[in-house]
């Protein structure tokens, strides 16, 4: 997938979709270090106060030990 010039350097973005899917590329990251609110951005955290089973659609807080896959709906940062 190419890296798309419109959004940070890390996001890389699917020309295929029906709607923009960004994915931050890269290794896992602290739910501090997330970058910048972007609909469609994906990315995994190390440190969820819970765990991605049964909470998918939470906003995600950090300070935790569970590693989950993320994503932002433009608002914040969900897990899921």
């Known amino acids: 997938m190419p ?9 890389i973005t699917d020309p295929n979709a ?8 890269g290794s896992v ?11 469609g ?3 995994f ?3 969820s106060t819970v ?4 909470n998918f659609g939470a ?3 950090g300070l935790g030990t569970f590693t989950v896959p993320v994503w932002c709906d ?5 897990i899921g």
């Open 29 to 39: 990251v602290t739910v501090a270090t997330l970058p910048s609110l972007a609909a």
């Open 59 to 61: 906003a995600v807080v």
């Open 74 to 78: 433009g608002s914040a940062w969900r």
């Open 45 to 47: 955290v190390s440190d």
């Open 51 to 54: 765990a991605g089973t049964g």
């Open 3 to 11: 890296v798309d010039p419109t959004n940070p350097p890390n996001y």
């Open 18 to 25: 029906a709607i923009p899917v960004y994915v931050v590329s």
């Open 41 to 43: 951005a994906r990315s």
